[in-house]
């Protein structure tokens, strides 16, 4: 008799009914679940290569019933387009700066006050992955998205071509900012002026003395060449560079639970060597920068809390104005959680 064969598609495998029959594998399976994933990093930066890594983990854990096809460099768009193509399913997921999707979700924005996560990377996971990380991941939900993993993406500095010395040396000093009431107010509590700016001016603008200074990462100030057209670098790592990882609901609550878990658990597991990855890459930023014509100076413990007691109050006090009730809340989910890790 006849061995009768009945493929499944979740299972995918041969379900034999009558005399045992030996088959031969296809040489690929079809992935059950696939995921496009568009972010704006080259594949050489640490975002990409740690997607591709929680890929490689997917599909392994799910026997290839998951995959992942990552597209990174802006391939699907700017992240507006693809923020919304995961919100309308037109994408699957999208891994985006923070700082890049407080119009569309103004809760994240909390991330932009200085001095939020703590300079001790371990202390910061913590809080990413504790109570206040899970508050922020959830207010995603009502703005027709999956949050699933907060990612870290550096600290920013401060730069200028006048001099960092103190906190007194800010005062009257113009910066640049990404267009953020609550960046405007973290420079105005310091006594300076905060210009929003496209990125794609900024070194220009540094050049011809539009503004003063800057705040970004280390490895971001030498990839742009912003020291070149800078006379001082304080190391300050006040304000938190996050990505977010967000899916389309739609096809994420297609998945099965147990797969759902996986691409969790995937997004959290890689952190550590994403951190390294981004420490190394940080390192060498630095000594690029040093053999420039720049002053560097690391800013001690004792005036990064000088600088967030300055900073903080005025910058939350804008956060709240704009994310209101929700930012409220998300603010007492913080300061205790902040509280309970120090």
Do not use: C
Not at 112 to 125: G, H, N, S
Not at 279 to 288: G, I, N, S
Request: proline share 4%; no cysteine; hydrophobic share 45%.
């Amino acid at each position: 008799m006849k061995a009768l064969i009945k493929f499944t598609k979740m299972s995918r495998r041969a379900l034999l009914i009558g005399t045992a029959v030996t088959l031969a594998a296809p040489a690929a399976w079809a992935a059950d679940f696939t995921a496009k994933i568009g972010h704006l990093e080259s594949d050489q930066q640490s975002r990409h290569i740690h997607l591709e890594k929680v890929g490689e983990l997917v599909k392994e854990r799910t026997n290839g019933a998951v995959e992942f096809q990552i597209f990174p460099s802006a391939q699907l768009g700017n992240q507006r387009e693809m923020t919304e193509g995961v919100q309308l399913g037109t994408l699957e997921a999208t891994v985006s700066p923070a700082a890049f999707i407080g119009g569309f979700n103004p809760a994240v924005s909390i991330l932009d006050i200085p001095f939020l996560l703590p300079t001790d990377a371990d202390t910061a996971q913590k809080l990413r992955e504790g109570a206040f990380g899970a508050a922020l991941l959830d207010s995603f939900s009502s703005k027709g998205v999956v949050g699933v993993a907060l990612w870290p993406n550096g600290l920013k500095n401060f730069t200028s071509n006048k001099p960092l010395d103190n906190l007194d040396s800010f005062s009257g000093q113009k910066f640049r900012v990404m267009d953020s009431k609550i960046l405007i107010e973290q420079f105005d509590a310091l006594g300076a002026s905060a210009i929003a700016l496209p990125f794609g001016e900024l070194y220009t603008s540094l050049q011809t003395g539009v503004v003063d200074g800057q705040e970004n990462p280390l490895d971001t100030i030498q990839r742009m060449k912003f020291h070149e057209v800078q006379k001082h670098l304080v190391i300050s790592e006040h304000g938190a560079m996050e990505d977010v990882a967000m899916f389309n609901p739609i096809w994420w609550n297609s998945l099965p639970e147990e797969y759902q878990s996986i691409i969790t658990d995937a997004f959290k597991e890689v952190i550590p060597e994403l951190r390294a990855h981004k420490a190394k890459a940080v390192e060498t930023a630095l000594a690029v920068i040093k053999e420039g014509d720049i002053n560097v100076r690391v800013a001690s413990q004792e005036e990064k809390a000088a600088l967030r007691d300055k900073m903080y109050d005025k910058a939350k006090a804008a956060y709240i104005e704009r994310a209101g009730d929700a930012g409220r809340e998300l603010i007492a989910v913080y300061e205790k959680a902040y509280s309970d890790a120090q």
